[in-house]
């Protein structure tokens, strides 16, 4: 029997306990540890040992692959580059309008080094990516069209709680009833990000902090919020624990086109999620496999879904793949 792979999880928050729990269920993968900046004596996981992220320096040799569950606003251009100039990794970042300059900088990271680094994995982007492509590619004539929601968006609440004043909050992204309609109808509708989603926002304060400044802060957040008609509602600590505690989300690609001499044809693919970190931690985890095997095959430097063979994500043997599932 193989080797198993040897996951190391940095960061512990949701996405870091969903990988945990996700390579429970991985025969393939046995978790070597937690790294994390607070004192380890403080986290409390599942079952997996936690270790200071200083001690990453003296693990080089008994990890494989490390899964990087920060956030994507200020951890992960930091660490990504960081830790791919000394281990294979992957992360989830999930700024699109930054992810060309973040796969260059992770790029140059671990090309000089040697290792194989794969960037912004998860479900979008990630597999809503790769439907796009799919979608391009079978339908030339066409459009796309990519909606969220309703649902609890981690990176969005993650920013949210990063703006001075807040003491707690989480976003939600929610999709326009009348642009879905009007795009499963075939009609192929010019739609602007305004007309396709709104964001709700439910925000904590920190004692004494001016709400109206909050706010602002909040709807003019580039790459976030300030395309979009936001909305932010001030509640208590209890209301946030009470009332936002899970993180359900989802959403669909849409590809309308036409083949031959006009017939509408219409691709949809779509995820219903009862926990967000808990499926892009599902996903990180299975490309964490995939990196294993391509940086032993000798491909190193940056990656990115689209760049992956299916096949690659799979326990299974290329044999059982083609007797089993094409």
Request: charge should be negative; glycine fraction near 10%.
């Amino acid at each position: 029997m193989s080797a198993k792979i040897r996951i190391g999880i940095v960061g512990y928050g949701n996405l870091g306990r969903g990988v945990e729990r996700a390579i429970e269920r991985c025969d393939d993968m046995e978790l070597v540890g937690i790294f994390t900046r607070r004192d380890p004596a403080d986290v409390h996981t599942a079952g997996a040992s936690a270790h200071r992220m200083d001690d990453l320096d003296q693990r080089t040799g008994d990890l494989d692959v490390l899964i990087l569950c920060g956030g994507s606003k200020n951890d992960l251009p930091v660490q990504t580059p960081e830790l791919a100039a000394r281990f294979n990794v992957v992360d989830s970042f999930d700024t699109h309008a930054r992810i060309p300059e973040h796969f260059a900088a992770v790029d140059a990271a671990a090309r000089a080094a040697g290792t194989t680094a794969l960037i912004s994995a998860g479900w979008d982007p990630g597999m809503f990516s790769l439907n796009r492509v799919f979608g391009e590619a079978l339908l030339p004539e066409g459009d796309t069209y990519t909606f969220w929601g309703r649902g609890l968006s981690q990176g969005h609440s993650d920013a949210i709680r990063r703006v001075d004043g807040v003491a707690g909050g989480v976003q939600y992204t929610v999709p326009s009833a009348d642009a879905v309609a009007s795009v499963r109808s075939g009609e192929r509708p010019t739609l602007t990000t305004r007309q396709k989603h709104t964001r709700e926002c439910f925000v904590v304060l920190e004692d004494g902090a001016d709400a109206d400044a909050v706010r602002e802060a909040i709807v003019t957040m580039p790459d976030y919020f300030a395309d979009y008609d936001t909305t932010v509602t001030f509640i208590s600590a209890d209301e946030l624990a009470r009332d936002h505690a899970a993180m359900p989300h989802g959403g669909f690609v849409i590809r309308s086109g036409v083949t031959g001499d006009g017939a509408t044809q219409t691709i949809e693919y779509g995820l219903t999620l009862g926990s967000n970190p808990e499926f892009t931690a599902s996903v990180l985890v299975a490309y964490a496999r995939a990196v294993h095997r391509m940086n032993a095959d000798g491909q190193i430097g940056a990656r990115t879904v689209f760049d992956v063979a299916p096949g690659l994500l799979s326990p299974k043997s290329p044999e059982q793949l083609r007797a089993e599932l094409l």
